[in-house]
Each structure stands twice: as C-alpha cells, then as structure tokens.
Nanobody
Framework: QVQLVESGGGLVQAGGSLRLSCAAS????????MGWFRQAPGKEREFVAA????????YYADSVKGRFIISRDNAKNTVYLQMNSLKPEDTAVYYC???????????????????WGQGTQVTVSS
C-alpha cells in the first residue's frame, strides 16, 4: 500500500487561499487514483475532490467546485489541493486518499479508499 503524508494546513481568513500537499511513498503512485476528503467536528467525513490515475477524470464536490483545484505530479509522487476563496464552512481536517479500484460512487462513499493520510487541519476564520 502507498503511504500518504499531508502538509500545508493552517489558519487563514475567509477569502484567503491555502495549498495542501500529499506526498506518497512507493513506486506505483502513478497507478493510484488520488483524492481529498474532509471532516469537520461532529460531522462525517466527506468527499472533496478526486483525480483518477490516468488523469482522464477530475471530480469535485459541489460545495468546492470553482474554488478548489486538485492536481498531481507523478514525478514527485505528490497530489495537491489548491483552495481559494475559503469560507468558514471549509474548516475541517483534510485527508488525502488513494485508491487502486476507483469507482466514483464507491470512492465518494469511502468504500473504495485503500490508503489514508493522517490529516491536516484547515481553519478558516470569519
């Protein structure tokens, strides 16, 4: 399994931007579909964005569409989440996820996630 380590979280004012990074170990990174989820206090973990392994498909949750951008650099074994126009409701722990068996609905519902990162806190103040 691939090992995932997130970084880049922090405190930002509403309207600001942050870029999260997720570094993956392992030589087979390019074969994984990658994504981001988030979990706010007292809420379930929810899908944010995904980038399939072939690079052919990118998906976003409606709540972040137009504000967040997911990208990946296979040469660096890293996936990124550029978060713009942040809102207080974006406050959560953000988790990187990897899947070798990506099917959109299964991934969104967490069933198709094979590896998780430890999470990074994002706090957006109003």
């Amino acid at each position: 399994q691939v090992q995932l380590v997130e970084s880049g979280g922090g405190l930002v004012q509403a309207g600001g931007s942050l870029r999260l990074s997720c570094a993956a170990s392992g030589r087979t990174f390019s074969t994984y579909s990658m994504g981001w989820f988030r979990q706010a206090p007292g809420k379930e973990r929810e899908f944010v964005a995904a980038f399939t392994w072939g690079g052919g498909n990118i998906y976003y949750a409606d709540s972040v569409k137009g504000r967040f951008i997911i990208s990946r650099d296979n040469a660096k074994n890293t996936v990124y989440l550029q978060m713009n126009s942040l809102k207080p409701e974006d406050t959560a722990v953000y988790y990187c996820a990897a899947s070798l068996r990506f099917q959109y609905r299964d991934f969104v519902s967490l069933r198709a996630v094979d590896s998780w990162g430890q999470g990074t806190q994002v706090t957006v103040s109003s």
